[in-house]
């Protein structure tokens, strides 16, 4: 599955973090530095699996843990309407 950013969202990256705003609710959702390294990825067009891929390499986690999260923060952002489906 692939998704793409809203058109309707605002992002500043602050060293490590980054601030995601999305201009029709006024709500803002602040990312880690892992959700800072894959927000860009989700544009893209990479798969989920692909930037699970990407984020074991950059940030020494397993394969498990890296889906598993990547699943978690996929849903978080649908939730806080700021990816859809491609």
């Known amino acids: 599955m692939k998704y ?3 058109n309707n ?4 990256e602050f060293d490590d973090e980054s ?3 999305n201009l029709s ?4 959702f602040r990312l880690n530095p892992v959700g800072t390294f894959i927000w860009p990825l989700i ?3 990479h798969t989920i699996s692909g930037i699970a891929d990407r984020v074991v390499e950059k940030f020494d ?3 498990h843990q890296a889906k598993t999260d990547m699943h978690d923060f996929i849903e978080q952002l649908l939730a806080e309407q700021l990816i859809q489906k491609a």
């Open 4 to 6: 793409v950013h809203c």
């Open 61 to 63: 986690v397993s394969q």
């Open 43 to 45: 544009s893209r067009e």
């Open 25 to 28: 609710t006024g709500y803002y």
């Open 9 to 12: 969202i605002d992002w500043k």
């Open 19 to 21: 601030v995601l705003l």
